[in-house]
């Protein structure tokens, strides 16, 4: 495997069995591992030394998604539920984005489910793309919440965009996760982050506005500079940059693993030490205290770092 390379990507939750479940029976995720941690080298990893987790790993497609449950916050303050004002513009701001060949049968049950408040909708309702977009022209998304109030994208390629994997025939109702979006507030900033330091390369970009945009985000008035960052195979970043409305929140100084807004990228890279001596110069910090030895708590890998990118999204890097 070619390196870097996105294993997973995650969140914390309330009750990861239940969730697990519903992204079961939603999306068609299955159960890949299971796997607790008391006072182990995965809770001082993330920032919560002591703390007691659990870890479900879940399969779709080619791409996992983790869910972490902090079951003993130990003497860590509790975690806090997604703040319930949050919207796509703010810099805590993350989401997946699920790759559907028909859109509309996957959002279907869905929309009952919105209607009834057991999920809440970010999106009016599904939207195309126009056309004077190059970049996105004939893409139809819509984002809702999970029922932990994480943000999800349903997305649908025309047959000219996206990679050719998601082209290729299949009989299952979502076929996997393109990339991980996330809010920034400085392209450039987040360009020596992930290009220089991480070694991701740059997918393309471009500047999304106008009506449907509006409706897509929930916002009004929507400019978003989009850039995609890509390791050479697999699910990719993408940095989402809102030049309009202004006034997206910063994550809160405390902000930690516990809380539900909590998100989590996992790299597997070569250089961790290399890593760990640059971030403060590419604009990140260190979570964990330096690389930490992982034991057998995370098989295959043997060390990790804990890393917040510029704008304090979580990535925890892996090597072998």
């Known amino acids: 495997m070619d390196l870097p390379h996105i294993h997973s990507v995650g969140f914390s939750c309330r009750d990861a069995e239940a969730l697990a479940d519903w992204y079961g029976s939603a999306f068609g995720f ?8 008391d006072a182990d080298a995965i809770c001082a990893l993330v920032g919560l ?8 790993n ?5 791409e996992q998604l983790e869910l972490t449950q902090v079951v003993d916050p130990g003497l860590h303050r509790p975690g806090r539920p997604v703040p319930a004002d949050s919207r796509s513009n703010d810099l805590w701001f993350q989401h997946i984005c699920l790759v559907v060949p028909d859109l509309q049968r996957v959002a279907a049950p869905i929309e009952p489910q919105i209607h009834s408040g057991a999920l809440s909708a970010i999106s009016t309702d599904p939207q195309r793309l126009p056309d004077w977009n190059t970049a996105a022209a004939g893409i139809v998304a819509f984002k809702f919440h999970d ?17 050719v994997r998601w082209h290729q025939l299949s009989g299952a109702a979502v076929l996997g996760i393109d990339h991980s979006a996330i809010g920034i507030s400085d392209p450039e900033r987040s360009r020596r982050f992930y290009g220089e330091l991480l070694g991701l390369s740059h997918g393309g970009g471009g500047t999304n506005s106008g009506p449907e945009q509006d409706r897509l985000d929930g916002l009004q008035g929507t400019t978003v500079q989009i850039d995609a960052w890509r390791p050479p195979q697999g699910m990719g970043i993408e940095s989402l940059a809102y030049r309009h409305p202004g006034g997206g929140r910063v994550q809160p100084p405390d902000y930690g693993a516990q809380d539900l807004s909590h998100w989590q990228l996992r790299l597997e890279v070569r250089d961790l030490e290399g890593i760990a001596a640059h971030v403060a110069a590419c604009g990140g910090r260190l979570i964990s205290p330096g690389v930490i030895a992982l034991g057998d708590s995370l098989p295959p890998w043997r060390r990790g770092l804990q890393l917040a990118d510029p704008d304090g999204h979580r990535l925890q890097l892996v090597s072998r």
């Not at 299955?30 to 941690?37: I, Q």
């Not at 879940?58 to 080619?62: P, V």
Request: positive net charge; glycine residues 10%.
């Open 58 to 62: 879940l399969q779709l497609g080619a």
């Open 49 to 56: 030394p002591g703390a007691r987790l659990r870890r479900l």
């Open 147 to 163: 029922p932990d109030g994480h943000p999800l994208e349903l997305l649908q390629f025309p047959a000219d965009k996206g990679d």
């Open 30 to 37: 299955h159960l890949r591992e299971r796997r607790d941690h």
